[in-house]
């Protein structure tokens, strides 16, 4: 069971940025797919970003058209964690962060970190 524990998150002010943190309890190149959810108040949870082992050498990145080119998601294998850079913030970015990993078809969910985006 691969747990994953979230950082990161808190108040900013728009235009603003923050870099969540996703910590994995194992390795994570033995994890295939590993990413971000978002759920804002009102909505079903939706994809933020996605990265998927292609190769040992290449990922492929995956990103929500509310986010490309603001977010920026990233694995950092020697320390078991995936990051994701989030620029340009806007309060309608405001929501529950969660991190997301696939391993051997099991999903796993970290317990979320709030994000909010505010004057």
């Known amino acids: 069971q691969v747990q994953l524990v979230e950082s990161g998150g808190g108040l900013v002010q728009p235009g603003g940025s923050l870099r969540l943190s996703c910590a994995a309890s194992e390795s994570i190149t033995s994890i295939n797919t590993m990413g971000w959810y978002r759920k804002i108040l009102g909505k079903e949870r939706e994809m933020v970003a996605m990265?998927?082992?292609?190769?040992?050498?290449?990922?492929?990145?995956i990103y929500d058209a509310s986010v490309k080119g603001r977010f920026t998601i990233s694995r950092d294998s020697a320390k078991n964690t995936v990051h994701l850079q989030m620029n340009s913030l806007k309060p309608e970015d405001t929501a529950i962060y969660y991190c997301?990993?696939?391993?051997?078809?099991?999903?796993?969910w970290g317990q979320g970190t709030q994000v909010t985006v505010s004057l």
């Open positions: 997301y990993a696939v391993r051997r078809g099991y999903d796993y």
């Open positions: 990265t998927v082992s292609i190769t040992e050498d290449e990922d492929k990145t």
